[in-house]
């Protein structure tokens, strides 16, 4: 762990240092491609980065949060995304590429937090965390539900606790992380609505546009539509491939990316299934919808998501290192009293 900690404060170091340098001379150059010729650079530092760790946690968060800042830093070469306008000092610019994080779209008062739900999301997590010591005995058909709901329960807290500490510091209201995916009644839902908002904003800035706009001149509305779509979740995928290399030290396998590729297909046959006009007239009840969008979710992940991670331990490995920090934060919070 002091170890660990010791990379930590290099990367924040480095990662400061390089958003620092954008800060103050990138913004000085015009937007465009020599602009991006600057910043290029620090995109291929924050690839290295990651590499640094040898815990899953450290390494998992680390490449996400730079993998996003990269996406950042390239839309605002062009005065695109969430970093544009510059925002008003440097401490603000750094924490809104490094973090996924959004300011809300209309100025609200600063939001309380959830404290009650929060902690029943925590106990759930907690339970999680011991049912590994006993997945051996679990039917498969549970492990379907296990893994997804790690991940969703380990991000969601993660990301809310980073969400409401940078409100604090700024004093502004944040876009929400997640938006209760297991309430999903749909693909379409899922994806665009409700899990990992942020991200989901950056690829439809950075990906979704870009492509529907160049295929609209070659297709018609519709058809680049579908174009754009599938080449959100291809990306998503590609990725999800890099992500996974930080997390095995291995090859890709190319499953993940089948995964998301499954899931675009899906979503655009829900979509123009959903155009027809027989479709209108039935109902499905929302429970019915709920089930069937999350059982899925839940079915194609553990077909094409998770195998690798599996294979590699990078799950056993994750939820053992979260059961330290939990164990490391209690005894904090007993002998704080």
């Known amino acids: 762990m002091d170890e660990e900690l010791k990379n930590l404060t290099t990367v924040c170091v480095s990662a400061t240092s390089a958003l620092s340098y954008c800060y103050f001379l990138s913004t000085k150059i015009k937007a465009g491609v020599f602009r991006l010729i600057f910043v290029l ?35 605002f070469s062009f005065d695109q995304g969430p970093l544009f306008p510059l925002p008003p000092n440097l401490s603000q610019f750094i924490a809104f590429t490094c973090f996924p994080i ?38 498969s058909i549970l492990l379907l539900g296990l893994y997804p709901l790690h991940t969703y329960l380990e991000h969601e807290i993660v990301l809310t606790l980073l969400k409401y500490l940078v409100m604090v510091t700024l004093g502004r209201d944040l876009q929400p992380q ?6 999903a009644t749909s693909l379409q839902d899922f994806w665009a609505r409700r899990w990992n908002l942020m991200v989901s904003d950056m690829l439809r800035s950075g990906i979704y546009y870009p492509v529907r706009k160049i295929c609209q001149h070659f297709v018609n509305s519709e058809w680049a539509s579908i174009i754009g779509v599938l080449a959100t979740f291809i990306a998503s995928g590609v990725a999800h491939e890099v992500l996974y290399v930080y997390l095995t ?3 890709p396998t190319g499953e993940v990316t089948w995964f998301f590729v499954l899931h675009g297909v899906c979503t655009v046959i829900e979509v123009l299934v959903k155009k027809k006009t027989f479709v209108g007239r039935l109902r499905v009840r929302p429970v019915v919808s709920r089930l069937l969008t999350v059982g899925f979710v839940c079915l194609t992940a553990g077909w094409l998501f998770y195998p690798q991670l599996l294979r ?9 290192e979260a059961s330290l920090f939990l164990g490391f934060f209690k005894r904090k919070f007993y002998f704080s009293w």
């Open 41 to 75: 650079p620090v995109c291929v530092i924050f690839l290295v980065l990651p590499l640094f760790f040898s815990s899953s946690t450290f390494c998992l968060y680390t490449a996400f949060f730079l993998s996003l800042a990269n996406l950042k830093l390239i839309l």
């Open 102 to 139: 959004k300011l809300q779209q209309t100025p609200k008062v600063l939001t309380h937090f959830p404290k009650w739900f929060f902690t029943i999301k925590v106990a759930i997590f907690i339970v999680v965390l011991h049912l590994y010591d006993y997945k051996q005995y679990l039917p």
């Open 178 to 183: 997640f938006n209760e995916p297991y309430l």
């Open 249 to 251: 030290r291995e090859m």
């Open 312 to 320: 590699s331990n990078v799950m056993d490995r994750h939820a053992y």
